[in-house]
Structure formats: C-alpha cells, structure tokens
C-alpha cells in the first residue's frame, strides 16, 4: 500500500513540475511573441509641378524596454513637370531596402540610426516638338541616415506608438535621394505608426 501512494506521489510531482515547466515555457513565448511589432510610414508631397508618394513598411522587435530594431523597405514615386522646358516630365521610382535601430534615453524621445540600399529609377519624357529625347537611367546608393524623433504612446511600456523624426545621410553618395546637388546632406522627415503584436490588452510584459 505504501508503494501504491509514493508512486502516485512521484505521478503527481512530476506532472506537476511538467505543468509549471509548460506554464513558463508558455509564458516566455507569449513575452517574446508581444516583442514584435509591425507599422510604416506614408509620405505625401504636392505642388503645382510635382507629385510625391512614397510608403515604408517595416517589421521589427523590441530588444528591450528602451531599444527597438528591425527591417523595413522604403517605396517612393516622384512626378516632376516642366523639368527642362514646358510640358516635359521627370518620372523616379525608387525601392529601398534597409534596417534600423531606435534607442529610447527616456520613453518620448529616441535616437535612431536607418541603413538603406536605394535602387533609383529615371524616366524623362520629353515635351512635344522639343529638341529632347527620351531617357532612362538606373542608379544605385546607400545611405545611412542618423536622427531622432519623439513618440508618443510608448509611455505605458507597450511598443504601440506614434513617431516623428528627423535625420540626415552621413555618408554622403552623390546618387543617394538625401543629398542635393551641392553634395549637401538634406533633412529627411518621417511621421508613422508602430503597431505591437499579439498584444493581448495592448501593454507588453516587462522584460
């Protein structure tokens, strides 16, 4: 009889410490599952001789309650008329690829530093009767843009939140988007969303 219960008792403390093992390797999931976050960016610009439209869509993690990382890819179109003369337009496309690391000193302000690989499409499509023809040009260009911004709604701990930032290209490519044609770097400007995943309640576990 007394085999009987200690071996119920072995049952009993190994399914028990089976089920807390579960429980914790659960537990860690879910934490690392709601360190994820997806979002972008949009930009539009109009005016009475240019059109521009880009989005930025990203994917990332949250390394840390003040540092976030991840990759995203920058889409932008850019219409330009009367480039040369009268009537002409300039069409760009450009794809870019890149990662990215926020570093949060306090929760409403972040450093930022964004890698991009930007692959640029030309069109020129000349005016009627002019003297110019048309062209197409590939270029290529990294960039390295190094900023800050401020973000608003990170304050309770989740990784949902609003962001604006500004940030230049220190590497200074004479193709890169974000120099100008004195070889200038530009300040590049960005307002968008983080959404958090798979976060339950919308507030992220601690680390």
Same mark, same amino acid.
Request: positive net charge.
């Given at each position: 009889?007394?085999? *009987?219960? +200690? $071996?119920?008792?072995?049952?009993?403390? /190994?399914? %028990?410490?089976?089920?807390?093992? !579960?429980?914790?390797?659960?537990?860690?999931?879910?934490?690392?599952?709601?360190?994820?976050?997806?979002?972008?960016?949009?930009?539009?610009?109009?005016?009475?001789?240019?059109?521009?439209?880009?989005?930025?869509?990203?994917?990332?993690?949250?390394?840390?309650?003040?540092?976030?990382?991840?990759?995203?890819?920058?889409?932008?179109?850019?219409?330009?008329?009367?480039?040369?003369?009268?009537?002409?337009?300039?069409?760009?496309?450009?794809?870019?690829?890149?990662?990215? *690391?926020? +570093? $949060?000193?306090?929760?409403?302000?972040? /450093?930022? %530093?964004?890698?991009?690989?930007? !692959?640029?499409?030309?069109?020129?499509?000349?005016?009627?009767?002019?003297?110019?023809?048309?062209?197409?040009?590939?270029?290529?260009?990294?960039?390295?843009?190094?900023?800050?911004?401020?973000?608003?709604?990170?304050?309770?701990?989740?990784?949902?939140?609003?962001?604006?930032?500004?940030?230049?290209?220190?590497?200074?490519?004479?193709?890169?988007?974000?120099?100008?044609?004195?070889?200038?770097?530009?300040?590049?400007?960005?307002?968008?969303?983080?959404?958090?995943?798979?976060?339950?309640?919308?507030?992220?576990?601690?680390?």
């Amino acid at each position: 009889m007394k085999k *009987v219960v +200690l $071996f119920f008792l072995l049952l009993t403390t /190994a399914g %028990a410490y089976a089920q807390g093992k !579960f429980d914790d390797e659960e537990l860690a999931k879910q934490v690392r599952l709601q360190r994820l976050f997806t979002g972008g960016s949009l930009a539009m610009g109009f005016s009475s001789y240019s059109t521009n439209l880009g989005i930025s869509p990203q994917f990332g993690y949250s390394l840390t309650d003040w540092a976030d990382a991840g990759i995203n890819i920058g889409v932008n179109y850019l219409s330009r008329r009367d480039y040369q003369v009268g009537g002409d337009k300039l069409r760009q496309t450009m794809i870019g690829p890149g990662a990215f *690391v926020r +570093l $949060f000193p306090v929760k409403f302000l972040f /450093a930022s %530093a964004q890698f991009e690989y930007n !692959f640029i499409h030309f069109k020129y499509i000349p005016a009627p009767g002019s003297s110019y023809t048309p062209d197409k040009l590939n270029q290529k260009a990294p960039s390295m843009l190094l900023g800050g911004g401020y973000a608003s709604g990170r304050e309770g701990g989740g990784n949902s939140y609003y962001y604006f930032s500004v940030s230049w290209d220190i590497m200074g490519d004479r193709n890169s988007p974000y120099i100008d044609s004195h070889g200038r770097s530009v300040p590049v400007f960005r307002a968008g969303y983080n959404i958090g995943l798979f976060q339950g309640n919308g507030r992220r576990n601690r680390f």
